[in-house]
Every structure is written in C-alpha cells, then in structure tokens.
C-alpha cells in the first residue's frame, strides 16, 4: 500500500516526509524533486517568505545509489527562516523563552487561528498557525515527485495550469499540449494557457495588492496516458473520484473540488454532457466524442485524460485586517498581520499535482502490484495486451 504522511511546522527546523509503498528500482532524480519545489514556491501574488526559502531536498533513508529499495523514503526540507524563529520556538524549553515567543492572540478569520485556540484551550495560536501553514505543502510536493517518478515509466504524466483568478476565468477546456507548454517555464508567474488572461490576472493580483487584499482562483489538474481500471466501483473508499477529492480537499484554502465539468453539468441535459462512445479500429482502442466525465466513470478510470479542478478561498491573512476578538482580553481588535501571501493559485496547481500523482500513484500500485518496479511493468505490459486484444 502507498502511503504517506508529513511532519514539520512552518518556522521549525524543518519539514519532512514519510513516504512507504514504492517498489525496489525506480529510478529517483533529486533535481527533478528540486525543480518541483521551485514550481511550488512560484507564482505571481506570493509573499516575502518565498523570497527567503530556496527549497531543496535531502533523503534521508529508502534511496540507494539513486533507486529506490523498496524501503520507507524520508525526505526532508530545511527551513532557513528556523534562524530567525530559533528563540521564539526552542524545541528545549529555555530561561526567557516564553517571552520571546511571537504570540498570536488576534485570530484571523478564515484561519486555523480561532477554531485551533478552542481546540486545545490555547489563548495563543502561534502553535496553531505553525502547523496548519501551507509551508507544509512543501514536503507534500516532494513526496509527489516521488510518485510522478514512479509513474513515468508507465507513460503517466500529470500536469496543471490556472483556469482563475477571482472573477477572470479561462472559458473554455485546454487541451494536453497547452497546458503542457504553458508547464515549461518552471517560473512561469501564473501558469494559464491563454496569455492575455494571464495579463489581466497579474494586473488583477496587483489591484488586490495595492487594495491590501487578497485573492482565490481556480486550477486544473490534468494527468494524461492514465490507463482504464485504475480505481473501483465496489467500495465508497476506493472510487478514484472521492480519493481524488479527498486529496485535493485537504491542501489548505481548497474549499470545492471538480472532477471534469461536474459542476456546469449538473445545470445541463443529460444528452449534452454524457461523453459518447467510439471506437478506432487501427489502435485499438475505444474512444470518446468529448471529457465532461474528467476520465472517471464509476469510480474507475475509462481511459481518457483525469482532470481535477480545485477551488481556492482568497488567502485569509490580509493587510487590511478584519475584524477580530482578541483571545485573552475578549476586547475587539483587528486581525493579526504576518507576511503572507495574497494570491496563490498556480502555487496551489503544483501541490494538486502531487496530490493527484500520489493518489494515481497508489491506484497504478494496487492494479499491478510488483516488489520491484520491473516487475510491476511486467504485469502493466500484460494488460495493456489484454486491452488490446479486448
Ligand atoms: C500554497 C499556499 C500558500 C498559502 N499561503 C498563505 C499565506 O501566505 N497566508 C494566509 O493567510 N494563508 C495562506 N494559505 C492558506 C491557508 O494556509 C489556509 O487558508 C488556512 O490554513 C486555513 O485552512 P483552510 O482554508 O483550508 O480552512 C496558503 C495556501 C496555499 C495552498
């Protein structure tokens, strides 16, 4: 079974991944893991502490002269913010420490701030805010860049481009290719398919700016050469659409999921959305008139491309702060400020992509199952005759 888990507070020493279930011998690229990072910390709209961190990765167990071994992968990402945070958050309690602790006591709305302070019956949410940071996406796209890894040499890949930035909206489906060519610049600063959207969403971004506001939006998901029968009908915990959702749900600020064009079908006839069948003769293969579906029938995948939608809330930490109570006096007070970020969209793409990697990347482990990786290849081989053959 493929699984994986995080650890790591935004301004601790660092953040790390567990990462279990890969089979011995797939072949792992270090400046790959990097440049995934890099596309994380992009994008137009982020705040100062991307500036501080250049992420990088370190493996720590389960990698051995660059293949995995079929053992549990650490990976770890330092953070060079820790410097400045050191005496704020000792892990060993220290004369003087609690004083120099950065208490946040004016929760934000649409924060972890309040909800958590309750939780744990704290007037100070700094722990709170420490783990529920995206900063822990990081480890989470490392751990993704794993499993795309694993993926590629079944031909799987996995992409994801900006369809929104609060009210500007790509209006229409973009196909594999541009969204590919749109992915190339690993900086690039908004990562849309339609170049003079982009323009206007950067200049979007920098009205909310100047407003001391902030910002949501929309991404999309694409992963392409996805075989039929990843995936199950049989069990509500094994539809690769609610996995699929879970694991988009959970990245911080994501607050709807889309599997294809689920949502405008729902207003639609069921002849206009319903993606009809072919079949083509010289590869064998059956083929679809449209993908409203987003490639998942049933809980299982029928072949054509997965796509995935998120949809972000806009950052809750603004400059302008709303209104608040603070924890300890009850007294209102307006919301904390920390540096943050005020649109983070494209950010957001990345993160989705090594969520849909991971859960893909679990699917594709069930399917074909193998210790090692040829042997899992083996058997994919065999089934892609059987489809052939069907
Ligand atoms: C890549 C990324 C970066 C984020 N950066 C910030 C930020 O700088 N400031 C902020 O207030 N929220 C930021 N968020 C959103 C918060 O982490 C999130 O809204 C908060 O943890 C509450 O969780 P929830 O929105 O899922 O309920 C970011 C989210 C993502 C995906």
Not at 134 to 143: C, G, L, M, Y
Not at 163 to 179: D, F, K, P
Request: include cysteine; charged fraction near 25%.
């Amino acid at each position: 079974m493929l699984r994986f888990q995080t650890a790591g507070e935004s301004h601790g020493q660092c953040l790390t991944a567990w990462v279990s279930g890969l089979p011995l011998g797939v072949p792992v690229d270090l400046a790959f893991i990097n440049r995934e990072l890099r596309r994380r910390q992009a994008g137009y709209g982020r705040g100062g502490r991307m500036k501080i961190e250049q992420d990088q990765v370190q493996i720590l167990s389960g990698v051995r002269h660059g293949q995995t071994i079929g053992a549990p992968i650490t990976l770890q990402i330092e953070n060079k913010d820790w410097s400045h945070w050191e005496d704020a958050l000792p892990v060993e309690d220290a004369p003087g420490a609690a004083e120099k602790q950065r208490r946040l006591t004016q929760p934000r709305p649409g924060h972890a701030d309040l909800a958590g302070a309750l939780k744990f019956n704290l007037k100070d949410a700094r722990y709170i805010v420490e783990r529920a940071s995206a900063r822990e996406t990081a480890a989470r796209v490392a751990a993704g860049a794993l499993a795309k890894l694993f993926l590629r040499p079944f031909g799987l890949e996995v992409l994801s481009h900006t369809v929104a930035i609060g009210s500007h909206r790509l209006e229409r489906q973009a196909g594999w290719e541009e969204v590919v060519a749109a992915c190339e610049e690993t900086d690039a600063e908004i990562r849309c398919v339609d170049p003079q959207l982009s323009g206007a969403m950067k200049k979007l971004i920098d009205h909310a700016i100047a407003a001391r506001d902030s910002l949501g939006g929309v991404f999309e998901v694409l992963a392409h050469n996805v075989p039929p029968g990843l995936g199950s009908h049989a069990h509500w915990d094994e539809r690769l659409d609610a996995r699929l959702a879970q694991a988009l749900m959970s990245i911080q600020a994501v607050k709807a999921v889309e599997i294809g064009t689920g949502v405008t079908n729902a207003a639609a006839f069921g002849s206009q959305v319903h993606d009809e069948i072919g079949y083509d003769p010289a590869r064998r293969r059956f083929t679809r008139a449209s993908n409203h579906a987003g490639g998942l029938e049933g809980g299982i995948t029928n072949g054509e491309d997965v796509i995935v939608r998120g949809y972000l809330k806009p950052i809750s930490t603004l400059r302008r702060p709303l209104p608040s109570v603070d924890l300890e006096t009850k007294q209102p007070v307006k919301a904390a400020y920390e540096r943050s970020d005020v649109c983070v969209v494209p950010a957001a793409g990345v993160i989705s992509e090594a969520m849909v990697a991971l859960v893909l990347a679990a699917a594709v482990r069930e399917k074909f199952g193998g210790d090692t990786l040829e042997e899992a290849l083996r058997s994919f081989s065999a089934y892609q005759q059987q489809l052939e053959e069907f």
